[in-house]
C-alpha cells in the first residue's frame, strides 16, 4: 500500500514476519530483504 506521498507502507504482520524469516531462518538479511523486494535497510529498521 502507498500513502499520499507515493510511499509503500507496511501493515505490522508483513513487518513481523519479514523479521522473523531472519531471526528464526539461516537466511542473511540482505537475501530475504532482495526476496521479499524491500532494502536492506528498511528490513534492518525493523529488527
Same mark, same amino acid.
Given at each position: 500500500?502507498q500513502? =499520499?506521498?507515493?510511499?509503500? @507502507?507496511?501493515?505490522?504482520?508483513? @513487518? %513481523?514476519?519479514?523479521v @522473523? !524469516? +531472519?531471526? %528464526?531462518?539461516?537466511?542473511? #538479511?540482505? %537475501? +530475504?530483504?532482495?526476496? #521479499?523486494?524491500?532494502? %536492506?535497510? !528498511? #528490513? =534492518?529498521?525493523?529488527?
Open positions: 500500500m500513502d =499520499r506521498s507515493g510511499r509503500k @507502507k507496511y501493515d505490522r504482520q508483513f @513487518k %513481523e514476519e519479514a @522473523k !524469516l +531472519v531471526t %528464526e531462518g539461516k537466511r542473511p #538479511l540482505a %537475501e +530475504v530483504a532482495r526476496g #521479499l523486494g524491500i532494502h %536492506e535497510n !528498511l #528490513l =534492518r529498521t525493523w529488527k
